[in-house]
């Protein structure tokens, strides 16, 4: 596979949004380019289906409401829309889906990646799908790199991790996010590379799955941090990764049990200076952010701040009952900024 080639410092990348909702034959001609389909129950399927699209270079992105049909994908839709991966997802419901002899069974949260290279035929129950299409060009894939159509649980390393990237950029789409910074692209598409190839990716798609997989290991830490039980077993055993690779991975953060100890003291600190110390509030805060004993939260807050915990702040972090006047370098700076955001 080539690699992927990204610019680091590229700027956001533009959304182009579109929305569409109505009767089923509506449905039937957005999709004429991709697939043929007949509604289980066209009377029920007569009433409506909704659809809502983004385009985010290369990526276009649909989340998709609709009720029960079977789709047949034939060699006039592969000749059509045949350079591209479908990345999809049920949030609800499920489907059936034969392609070159091959059964494919997609569950509820389950990711499918299937390669619209071949012709398939698919039964669907109702669905709330989640939807990106990926061209082979992007990931530099070809079809005969790997399996048609691979599937992975919300369970597996893989799943779990496009998954995530899925909801990070579904997320920003449906809050109305007019640009996607090109890592977050990046990321998603490493690991769709990795999940149709995952012994010829290459060693650039490897990286951005890496990173995905940092950052579901941070979102894990962080949301543990109170857990005293806490620890490098903890993720090791979550992830399945080896002791080494989760090393390398925080070297920077001198490994993940410095990382755990920093993500610990920074938020008992945050905690400490929101709220006017009070007897006993060290200890509720050091235990609440799983310091194994006062001692231990001391000696950190000593080493990394200069102070006893108790020392550290005058008072709480407090809102001015009255701003301050505006100083002549903020009325530049604002003054600079209407004229970017005003158009010439």
Not at 118 to 132: A, I, K, L, M
Not at 304 to 333: N, Q, R, W, Y
Request: aromatic share 8%.
């Amino acid at each position: 596979m080539k690699p992927l080639d990204f610019a680091t410092n590229a700027p956001g990348i533009p959304v182009f949004e579109h929305k569409l909702d109505g009767p089923i034959d509506v449905w039937m001609y957005a999709c004429t380019a991709i697939f043929g389909l007949a509604p289980t129950n066209r009377k029920e399927a007569r009433k409506d289906f909704s659809l809502a699209s983004w385009f985010v270079d290369p990526i276009t992105i649909v989340n998709s409401k609709y009720h029960g049909m079977v789709t047949q994908h034939s060699n006039w839709h592969v000749e059509e829309s045949g350079n591209q991966i479908h990345v999809h997802r049920y949030a609800s419901g499920r489907a059936s889906v034969e392609t070159v002899g091959l059964p494919v069974e997609c569950e509820t949260g389950a990711i499918t990646l299937l390669d619209y290279s071949r012709p398939f035929t698919s039964v669907h129950t109702r669905n709330d799908c989640h939807s990106f299409f990926v061209p082979h060009s992007a990931i530099g894939y070809t079809p005969s790199d790997a399996l048609h159509a691979p599937v992975y649980s919300a369970e597996s390393m893989i799943g779990r991790l496009i998954g995530q990237e899925m909801d990070n950029l579904l997320n920003q789409l449906k809050n109305g996010a007019r640009s996607i910074y090109p890592a977050d692209v990046k990321r998603f598409l490493g690991c769709v590379a990795v999940g149709m190839s995952p012994d010829t990716a290459s060693q650039s798609a490897r990286v951005c799955a890496r990173e995905s997989l940092k950052r579901s290991i941070r979102a894990f830490i962080e949301a543990r941090l109170h857990d005293p039980e806490l620890s490098v077993t903890t993720v090791l055993q979550s992830f399945g990764v080896s002791r080494a690779s989760l090393y390398r991975m925080f070297e920077t953060e001198d490994g993940v049990r410095s990382y755990i100890s920093r993500r610990r003291l920074y938020r008992a600190v945050t905690n400490l200076a929101e709220n006017p110390l009070r007897r006993g509030q060290i200890h509720d805060v050091a235990e609440h952010w799983g310091f194994s004993s006062d001692a231990s939260f001391n000696r950190m807050v000593r080493r990394e701040f200069g102070v006893a915990p108790g020392a550290l702040f005058e008072a709480p972090i407090s809102e001015p009952i009255d701003a301050p006047p505006i100083s002549i370098v903020h009325e530049k700076m604002n003054a600079a900024a209407r004229r970017v955001a005003t158009p010439a």
